[in-house]
């Protein structure tokens, strides 16, 4: 089953809202990665969020790259997604984990610690645009809030949610994204931030078996809004053979060949191997293979 994002804006153009229901996202994520629950967590709520903005995007074509540079022992997490909401990502040490906290959350914000929050859109331009915030809480949810209202002045409401179960699987997983627009309607700010209020333990809710569209009358309760569509996302990764060889020749011949020569000098199979970050896949070139792309 996919994961779905229902998209709606409110009757009258004040705000615009997502609805991310993302646990088969976080599950293959999971399985490529083989990552403990609090890193778990953590590339869960990066790769809901940045789904969602991948549907802000412009036009057909265009990426995002969301990137938590964090100094915890969780290191970098980095996910990318297409115009369709379509993502991947990883984070630098999948074994990332720490005790529950006194509230019997996970401990995200402990293993990403301080850093900075990263967001570049490559959307046609000749030079791709560069968002960069300190981050805020390094929750996740706080932190893209404040990127959206100090790099892009768009007041936004974002809750993101994991649950991990006790077999290390993604039990629910999900988000909301609410934007006010342009010139709105001043009264219905109070009302979004009484609602916001309700979203705690939204994992909860989808694991509950609630909807999208439950969820979005939580966050809109008291507001008329229209729905516009729901659309299928997935974790897909669009490595090939193709783009890894790209890699190898941009190391450059004289590199290529130098590690040939320690291969052979250790008495190794002369054979490198790349592997991709995304989803795992090993790509594997002989000597003979790899030489000839430089031809």
Known sequence: MSSKI?????????????????????????????????A???????????????????????????????????????????????????????MADLPVRADGKLDVSGIVGGGILSVMKDVGDEVPYNGN???????????I??????????????????LIDTDFTCKAAGGVF?????????????????????????SHKFA???????????????????????????YKCDCSRERTQGALVSLGKTEVEEIFKEMRAEGKEERVELECHFCDKKYSFTRDEALKLFE
């Open 40 to 94: 778990s967590a953590l590339l869960g709520r990066v790769l809901t969020a940045t789904s969602v903005m991948g549907c802000m995007l412009p036009e057909n074509g265009d990426v995002i790259t969301v990137a938590v540079r964090g100094n915890g022992i969780a290191g970098t997490t980095l996910c990318c997604a297409d115009y369709f909401g379509n993502v991947r990502g990883y984070v630098s040490n999948p």
């Open 208 to 234: 509950e078996g609630l909807s999208n569209e439950d969820i979005l009358k939580i966050a809109l309760d008291g507001i008329e809004f229209d729905l516009f569509d729901e659309i299928e996302v997935d």
């Open 133 to 143: 915030i300190e981050l805020v809480s390094g929750e996740i949810a706080e932190d």
């Open 145 to 162: 809030a404040q990127y959206f209202a100090t790099s892009e002045q768009t007041p936004t409401l974002c809750a993101l949610g994991v």
């Open 178 to 202: 609410v934007q006010l627009l342009p010139f709105p309607d001043e009264t219905i700010i109070p009302k979004l931030e009484e609602n916001a209020k309700k979203l705690s333990g939204l």
């Open 6 to 38: 229902l998209r709606a804006m409110t009757s009258d153009g004040s705000a615009r809202a997502y609805v991310i229901n993302s646990t088969e996202i976080v599950n293959t994520a999971i399985k490529y990665h083989s990552t403990m629950p609090t």
